[in-house]
């Protein structure tokens, strides 16, 4: 509990669950309560609406952008811990939280599943404590990205070209869905050696360069027209 205190007080962002009240001493610290239940609660929500999905996605991005700033890996992206609220999506639930800082508290021994199965990358099982990076988050929120779309609870491994999965295919009659594979291509691979991201990682500060996390949905040009990607496949 003490980590997820610590965790939750040092990242100040709107797109993350705030720390209320606490007494470590006495075990117990108080968060902002959330009405509507979390986004499991909702999934058809942004069914189909890649626009819709991306508005209310860039913000959470942002807040797990400020998380690695921070030397912090979430490693628990999933749609319970994601709270609707009226102007935006804040992350929740740092119990799992991860310190990249040799120096600071550890949360898990050094060889653990270190996640919940189903939003986890596959490398990531049965690494070692020391091998945790911020590519785990990233994977994890293109997880994320593909059941707000897709208005599904989870998506199998790193399978969103197959038949089941493909959101084109889910919604052929959507002009804008195309843009959401270069997006979900660049964070769900089955590698991490085959993340292209993952160039920008910086192993002697251990940071990540600025606009990483942010990078990938500069793909989708109507909404960040930082630059028009080529067309998908």
Not at 22 to 37: A, C, H, Q
Not at 93 to 119: I, P
Not at 198 to 219: K, N, Q
Request: glycine share 4%; with cysteine.
């Amino acid at each position: 509990m003490n980590a997820e205190v610590e965790a939750l007080k040092s990242a100040s962002h709107p797109a993350i669950i705030p720390i209320l009240d606490s007494n470590l001493d006495e075990n117990w610290f108080v968060m902002k309560y959330f009405s509507e239940g979390t986004l499991a609660d909702h999934l058809t929500r942004y069914r189909g609406k890649l626009v819709d999905a991306l508005r209310a996605f860039r913000p959470l991005v942002e807040g797990v952008a400020e998380i690695h700033r921070l030397n912090l890996v979430h490693r628990d992206i999933k749609p319970e811990n994601v709270f609707p609220s009226s102007s935006n999506l804040v992350l929740g639930d740092l119990g799992l939280v991860f310190f990249l800082d040799q120096a600071r508290s550890r949360v898990t021994d050094t060889f653990e599943n270190v996640g919940s199965r189903d939003w986890m990358p596959g490398w990531a099982m049965g690494i070692r404590i020391e091998e945790i990076r911020p590519s785990f988050d990233v994977f994890s929120l293109g997880k994320l990205l593909w059941s707000m779309v897709s208005g599904q609870p989870r998506l199998q491994l790193w399978y969103h070209h197959r038949d089941r999965f493909e959101l084109e295919k889910m919604f052929p009659d959507s002009p804008d869905i195309r843009w959401a594979r270069p997006i979900l291509d660049e964070c769900i691979v089955e590698n991490e050696a085959d993340w292209r991201v993952a160039r920008s990682w910086v192993p002697h500060t251990r940071v990540w360069r600025v606009g990483v996390l942010t990078f990938p949905l500069s793909s989708f040009p109507r909404i960040f027209p930082l630059s028009r990607p080529e067309s998908p496949r």
